[in-house]
Structure formats: structure tokens, C-alpha cells
């Protein structure tokens, strides 16, 4: 069951990242893997900074937090 609820969680994060950094999302596989890879990020800046989530709505946040930072980045990247 965990390995789904991460899938699920990646989804809805990188919709959510997508939305709010280009307007538009990726793609069922797109959105997923920004979304886990935001919430390994946003795991790694939550940890630095003392905090911890709990739950669905918790790692969702997370989650959404690092696939945001992870576009910003790759949309930096890009336009160098």
C-alpha cells in the first residue's frame, strides 16, 4: 500500500507544481515523477530545517513544496 500512496501523492503534488509553475501539468507519468522527486526534495529542506509532516495532507505539502523548488530550478536551467 505504500508504494501506491507514494504514486498517488507524486501525482497530485506535481499537478499541483505544474499548475502553479507553468500552468499546465505533465502528464500522468510527468506529474508523477516531479512529484517524488519534489518530495525527496522537499523531505531534504524539511529535515534541515527541523520539521516534520505527517499524513496524507502533510507529505502532500512536502511533496508539493519540492516538486515546486525542482521546476523553479529546472526553469533556471533552462533559460541559462
Same mark, same amino acid.
Given at each position: 500500500?505504500?508504494?501506491? !500512496? *507514494?504514486? $498517488?501523492?507524486?501525482?497530485?503534488?506535481? *499537478?499541483?507544481?505544474?499548475?502553479?509553475m507553468?500552468?499546465?501539468?505533465?502528464? $500522468?507519468?510527468?506529474?508523477?515523477?516531479?512529484? $517524488?522527486?519534489?518530495?525527496?526534495?522537499?523531505?531534504?529542506?524539511?529535515?534541515? !530545517?527541523?520539521?516534520?509532516?505527517?499524513?496524507?495532507i502533510?507529505?502532500?505539502?512536502?511533496?508539493?513544496?519540492?516538486?515546486?523548488?525542482? !521546476? *523553479?530550478?529546472?526553469?533556471?536551467?533552462?533559460?541559462?
Open positions: 500500500m505504500g508504494f501506491i !500512496l *507514494w504514486l $498517488i501523492i507524486g501525482g497530485i503534488a506535481g *499537478w499541483i507544481a505544474g499548475k502553479v507553468r500552468g499546465g501539468g505533465f502528464g $500522468i507519468l510527468g506529474n508523477i515523477g516531479v512529484g $517524488i522527486v519534489g518530495a525527496v526534495i522537499g523531505g531534504f529542506l524539511f529535515s534541515l !530545517l527541523g520539521l516534520s509532516s505527517n499524513g496524507f502533510g507529505s502532500l505539502v512536502v511533496a508539493t513544496i519540492g516538486a515546486i523548488i525542482l !521546476l *523553479w530550478v529546472v526553469a533556471k536551467i533552462k533559460k541559462a
